[in-house]
């Protein structure tokens, strides 16, 4: 089973849609949690860290489920700029394990 | 400006040639680490140091080998025993404590030819 598994999508919205979408990891013990963004060809940048009680910043809402041991990602208002591809990333002591990665395409 | 630096940003290599990718840091972070990606797919570990002097493998270390004797440098050899090493390499470092998030270099594409 890999570490962490999202679904690939690809999740392809209007403007102004909301998209949601999840991660599952495998290791209980894990410690912390991400969302990435990459742009095609780029390396990937923090989005935003995902807090146990869940935290938004702006249009993006990230939820963690430990007893489940899944966390989402949920953007609102979905702008052009948001196409991307959402990487789900979890931490282990010193080792950070990434998603395949979800891709997002917001047409006008 | 801090940040993490790759060079090159685009590299070509003979079969059976080994080819060593740079990768510097002046954020003064302890952890660093090394990342493939090919095309379609995510980030794969190759190597992680969490001090100077110490590295240990990732999920696919066969084939690479990196050293840390300095903590702002952590390069990474791609010898010819990696049988498929046409990919897009990440470099990124961390503080490392718990809750840290890592920040990534603009990576080195690497082709075989």
């Known amino acids: 089973r890999k570490e962490v598994e999202q679904d690939p999508g690809p999740f392809n919205v209007p403007e102004g849609a909301t998209v949601a979408f999840n991660c599952t990891y495998s290791?209980?013990?894990?410690?912390?949690f991400f969302w990435y963004r990459q742009d095609c060809r780029k390396e990937p940048k923090l989005l935003m860290s995902v807090y146990s009680s869940g935290n938004e910043d702006g249009r993006f809402t990230a939820q963690l489920n430990r007893a489940s041991q899944y966390i989402s990602l949920l953007i609102r208002d979905s702008k052009l700029s948001d196409s991307a591809t959402y990487l789900c990333?979890?931490?282990?002591?010193?080792?950070?394990?990434f998603g395949a990665g979800t891709t997002v395409t917001v047409r006008a | 400006d801090g940040g993490i630096t790759q060079s090159p940003k685009y590299l070509f290599r003979k079969e059976g040639q080994n080819v060593t990718l740079s990768c510097e840091q002046n954020l003064n972070h302890d952890a660093m680490y090394w990342y493939r990606q090919d095309p379609g797919q995510g980030l794969r570990l190759i190597y992680y140091s969490q001090i100077v002097n110490d590295f240990q493998k990732g999920d696919i270390a066969e084939g690479y080998s990196v050293s840390r004797e300095k903590k702002e440098s952590f390069p990474l050899t791609v010898t010819s025993a990696q049988k498929n090493p046409t990919a897009f390499y990440l470099c990124a470092s961390s503080r490392g404590a718990m809750n840290t998030e890592a920040f990534f270099g603009q990576g080195t594409r690497l082709t075989v030819v």
């Open positions: 290791n209980s013990a894990s410690q912390s």
């Open positions: 990333v979890v931490r282990y002591d010193y080792k950070l394990s």
